[in-house]
C-alpha cells in the first residue's frame, strides 16, 4: 500500500491472467505520448502477443507489476512496471509507466523504490532500463532516484539510467 500526494491510497501486487482486459485498457488509456514514452515506439494498444506476455508474469525471470486504486467492487489500474532479471549479469531491467491523470502524485518514484527492493531481493547488483532522451520527466526522476544517466552511443535518441544496487538499507520502501 502506498499514500499519494493527492491523497488516494494505491496498492501494488503482480499481475494475474484475470487483468488482461483491464490492463489492456490501461494501455489504451495512456496518452499517445505517454506510450510513446514507455514503449518508445509509436503504438495505439499493447499488441495481444505483447500483453499476452505482459500476464504471464514469472515466467523466464520476467515479471510484471500493477498498481491499482480500489474502486466500489472494482479496482482501476493507474501504473504498471514490467521488468527482467538478468542471472548472467546480475542485474534487472525495467520499464514503466503511471496513468497520466495520476502524474506527478509519486506513484513513479515509489515504483522505482519498489523495484530496487525486489531487484536486490532476486540477487541483482546493478538495476537499468532505457528512455527517450526526450522524456523529462524520467530523466528528472532517474535523478532525483539516484541513477546515473550514459549516453548511448549506437542511438543519441536513447538514454540509460542505471545504478548499482549496495543494500536493502538505502532502498526505501515503497509499498
Ligand atoms: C515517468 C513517469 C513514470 C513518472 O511517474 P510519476 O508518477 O509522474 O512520477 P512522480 O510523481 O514520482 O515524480 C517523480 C519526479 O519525476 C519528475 N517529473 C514527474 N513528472 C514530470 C514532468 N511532467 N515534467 C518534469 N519532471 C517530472 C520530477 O522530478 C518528480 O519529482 P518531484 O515530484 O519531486 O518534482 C510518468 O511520467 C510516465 O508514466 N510517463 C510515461 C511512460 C514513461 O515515460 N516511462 C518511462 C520510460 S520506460
Not at 494475474?16 to 506510450?35: A, G, I, V, W
Not at 515509489?110 to 524520467?138: M, W
Amino acid at each position: 500500500m502506498f499514500a499519494c500526494r493527492n491523497g488516494h491510497t494505491v496498492n501494488v501486487r503482480f499481475v494475474e491472467t484475470s487483468d488482461r482486459d483491464n490492463l489492456r485498457d490501461y494501455f489504451r488509456s495512456l496518452s499517445l505520448q505517454s506510450r510513446h514514452n514507455r514503449f518508445m515506439a509509436a503504438l495505439s494498444e499493447l499488441p495481444a502477443i505483447e500483453l499476452d506476455r505482459f500476464i504471464r508474469s514469472g515466467e523466464e525471470n520476467l515479471f510484471t507489476l500493477i498498481v491499482t486504486m480500489a474502486g466500489t467492487g472494482s479496482e482501476t489500474i493507474v501504473g504498471e512496471a514490467r521488468y527482467a532479471f538478468h542471472s548472467g549479469s546480475l542485474s534487472v531491467e525495467f520499464g514503466f509507466s503511471v496513468s497520466d491523470p495520476w502524474h506527478g502524485v509519486g506513484i513513479g518514484t515509489a515504483l522505482v523504490n519498489d523495484l530496487e527492493r525486489r531487484s536486490f531481493t532476486l540477487g541483482a547488483e546493478r538495476i537499468f532500463g532505457d528512455a527517450l532522451y526526450s522524456n523529462t520527466p524520467i530523466r528528472r526522476l532517474a535523478r532525483k532516484c539516484g541513477y546515473e544517466a550514459v549516453a548511448n552511443a549506437a542511438d543519441c535518441k536513447l538514454i540509460r539510467f542505471e545504478k548499482l544496487l549496495v543494500g536493502p538499507q538505502d532502498i526505501p520502501s515503497a509499498f
